[in-house]
């Protein structure tokens, strides 16, 4: 292996691993205040592609899209599926896991794992069973080699890094500096940050724990809405079993950070993007799944708590 395509591997596995953070992050968020492995989240990803890709058929690719320019096109792509992914998490919530709160925990993972299909079954519907693909709205971005430009061909010939890798960048980046922000210096963040903690205490000190943990599905559902876009614009396409796929990924990427922790989602989501390209040009892409899934048995075997997670003591 050359070191052009070592560094080529590198930049594909950041940009793949940016898409699997942000839907890792949902997963995440709802286990570290209500621990619920929301099974559901990966086929919320999925519908927020389909929401994208619907707007984008009015803006940018139909017959009779609207006349704008495709940048605001692309813009109200990632604002409308974040808005209807955040309605559809909280929605979720209400119905399918709030009055299950208190009860066994098994009671809680099979409503998920119930809401899953549901939704599985509400892509199927909206869209069909075959492959979608993203209108060719990459050529507003075009697909020229930006190494190539800025270093010359010497170099761009041996590493390619597009308009599409950077969309990825430009959108995840603030993305997550926006959530960092609102968890860690915010009201509701820190009101997020004790329910977490304890909540019944967190309800002694007045806080409104229904609305924090709304509100934290409805932060889920966003990071999901926005994963919808970034993954079709990155890949082309979508297809309605792409959730759980992408959703067993993003969630591998929790446990292996450490679920419950957002800087773990993160760090998690980078290392399966890398793993992924490793595996896919070591192993070939058939080998792919298995050697993430292995990467899960080993973390959970070794180290349960993930590489950024805080080992806690059960109480009895």
Known sequence: MD???????????????????????????????IELINFAHGDLFMLGSFAALTVLEFTVSGKNH????????????????????????????????????NAPRLAPLISAIGMSFVLINIGLWWKGASPLNFPALLSVFGTDNIVEKVFGSDIGNHINFSYKNLFVVLITIPLLILLNYVVFRTKMGKAMRATAQDREAAALMGINVNRTISFTFLLGGALAG????????????????????????????????????????????????????????????????????????????????????????EKV
């Open 66 to 101: 609207l006349p704008i320019p495709p940048w605001l096109g692309i813009i109200l792509a990632l604002i409308i599926p974040m808005a209807f992914c955040a309605v559809l998490n909280v929605t979720i919530e209400r119905v399918a896991y709030r009055r299950l709160r």
């Open 226 to 313: 926005a994963a919808g876009l970034i993954f079709g614009m990155y890949t082309g396409s979508t297809h309605f079993l792409r959730g759980f796929d992408s959703g067993l990924k993003a969630f591998t990427a929790a446990v292996l950070g450490g679920i419950g922790n957002l800087t773990g989602a993160v760090l998690g989501g980078f290392l399966i993007g890398m793993i992924a390209q490793f595996s896919d040009y070591i192993l070939g892409n058939q080998w792919t799944n298995a050697t993430i899934f292995a990467v899960l048995i080993i973390i959970l075997v070794f180290r349960p708590s993930g590489l950024l997670g805080e080992r806690t003591i």
């Open 3 to 33: 070191i052009g395509t070592l560094v080529q591997l590198i930049l594909n596995g950041l940009s793949t691993g940016a898409i699997y953070a942000l839907i890792a992050l949902g997963y995440t968020l709802v286990y570290g205040i």
